[in-house]
């Protein structure tokens, strides 16, 4: 398409050297990523992985210890213009209890001079959430979606939401991230979703950031991921051999064969590996693992940063 | 036609065990309610917004389904009015591949009673593709 010619523009999130500690540990660590304008990126990575910390210093809710992070060009602050170009939705679903939906809204109009209350009323209508009973008495699926709408009313550029979805069950999950989906259609909004889970949020993410350790493993669009990685089968092998041709993400061995996960075979392979391809999940959890074992395994993490999200 | 009879010409679904990718699956829904006839020529798709508000897909996908669709020719997008289907994919005309369909359905069932587990069917079938030739043989 024509727009794939323009020149690449600036990330809509980039964080160079990010890091925070408590203390004596650090929560996060070295942390370079980038999320491309008008993707929707899974912030991936186990409990106490540093997502949440990357979240609030994204947000302007807590400060670096090493590093800097720029929001569209922008270094966070507790700015009036910074706020109104972000949403944070933190982990509790931050809601009045006693007050209704309807309450809601008035109050976020009043408060937000970006407010678009025709969009959170149709979602909250077409999904059938009552706008006059306090919001107490809602299920937790409809209290997210009312978290969602109030989040998206305030037509932010940036999009942060912290495990979202992480307390509902499959039904509420699959209609908030459609919610979340239909959101970000045609608008070219940033969304940038924490979960520990990949299968969670698999289907809405264009782009993916690892975090194992509290540092980076992975940062890339799903796409070029997936094209990335392949799947080789072979005849059980040393790790020295043709291990040595390629960089092995992962290796499992049976008595008689080899399952390596490997990043971007060359043509030089054996005849005797047959190739498939890689899915996103397979990918994700061998990075997590290496991670998690102090990167034992050769290939180290991955960054893609130069690859752009979609046109939308 | 209104645009909200429209709506519901065509609804997605996509399976996370297939193996195939989703864009691919929208595609090959899109294809296949054009080979049974519930989609047509002059039929407006549903818009991005419309598909991934009902099922939790990243818009992207959908936009890389619908251009997939218009390289095929199937499909042509306006510009600010929608994606209207162009022609139906070539092959038989609508009913051919219903009627095949309930025969294979039966051909299964009596595969199944006789012990052959789906692997072993699905086997069968593609040695059955390979053993027939090409298409034109398979005419003569």
Redesign the interface.
């Known amino acids: ?1 024509s727009r794939a010619a323009q020149p690449e523009t600036a990330p809509a999130v980039e964080a160079v050297g990010l890091g925070k500690h408590y203390g004596h540990s650090w929560g996060l660590q070295d942390c370079s990523v980038q999320v491309p304008k008008g993707a ?1 990126s899974a912030l991936l990575g186990p409990n106490g992985s540093g997502k949440t910390t990357l979240l609030r210093m994204v947000a302007g809710f807590a400060t670096a210890s090493a590093g800097s992070v720029r929001v569209l060009g922008r270094a966070p602050a507790q700015s009036e213009e910074f706020l109104a170009s972000v949403g944070y939705l933190a982990q509790e679903m931050p809601l009045y209890r006693r007050l209704n939906v309807a309450e809601h809204l008035e109050l976020g109009r009043r408060l937000n001079r970006r407010w678009d209350d025709g969009a959170a009323r149709g ?1 909250l209508t ?1 999904l059938r959430v009552p706008f006059d009973r306090p919001v107490a008495t809602l299920s937790g699926g409809q209290r997210a979606q009312v978290a969602l709408a109030l989040a998206v009313a305030k037509t932010p550029d940036v999009l942060l939401l912290d495990e979202p979805v992480a307390a509902l069950d499959p039904l509420a999950r ?2 908030f ?6 959101a ?3 608008t070219g909004l940033t969304v940038l979703l924490s979960s520990h889970l990949l ?1 969670d949020v ?5 782009h993916v950031v690892l975090l194992a350790s509290s540092r980076v493993q992975l940062c890339a669009t799903t796409e070029a991921l997936v094209s990335c990685h392949k799947v080789l089968l072979g005849p059980r092998r040393g790790p020295s051999g043709c291990e040595r041709s390629f960089d092995v993400v992962r290796a499992t061995h049976t008595e008689r064969q080899s399952r390596l996960l490997v990043r971007s075979p060359g043509p030089a392979l054996g005849p005797s590996w047959e190739v498939f391809e890689a ?1 996103l999940e397979e990918i994700v959890l061998a990075y997590m693992g290496q991670g998690r074992d102090g990167g034992a395994i050769a290939a180290g993490p991955l960054s893609l940063l130069s690859t752009t ?2 046109a ?1 | 036609m209104s645009s909200e009879l429209s709506k519901n010409l065509v609804s997605f679904r ?1 399976s ?1 065990t297939s ?1 195939v990718p ?1 864009y691919l699956q929208l595609v090959q829904q899109v294809e296949q309610a054009l080979r049974m006839g519930a989609l047509g020529p002059g039929d407006r798709l549903p818009t ?2 419309e598909v ?10 959908v ?2 389904a619908y ?1 997939e669709l218009e390289v095929r020719g199937l499909v042509e997008g306006k510009q600010g009015v929608g994606t209207f289907v162009l022609a139906r994919p070539s092959g038989p005309p609508p009913g051919t591949q219903e009627r095949l369909s309930r025969s294979l359905q039966a051909w299964v069932r009596k595969a199944r009673h006789e012990g052959l587990d789906d692997p072993a069917i699905e086997a069968l079938v593609r040695s059955a593709l390979t053993r027939a030739g090409s298409s034109a043989e398979g005419a003569a």
């Open positions: 398409m929707i979602r077409a699959a209609e991230l459609a919610s979340l989906a239909a970000a259609a045609g299968r698999e289907q809405v993410c264009d899915d999200g979609g939308r | 996509l996370s193996g989703a991005v917004k991934v508000a009902e099922i939790a897909l990243n818009p992207n996908t936009l890389k251009r």
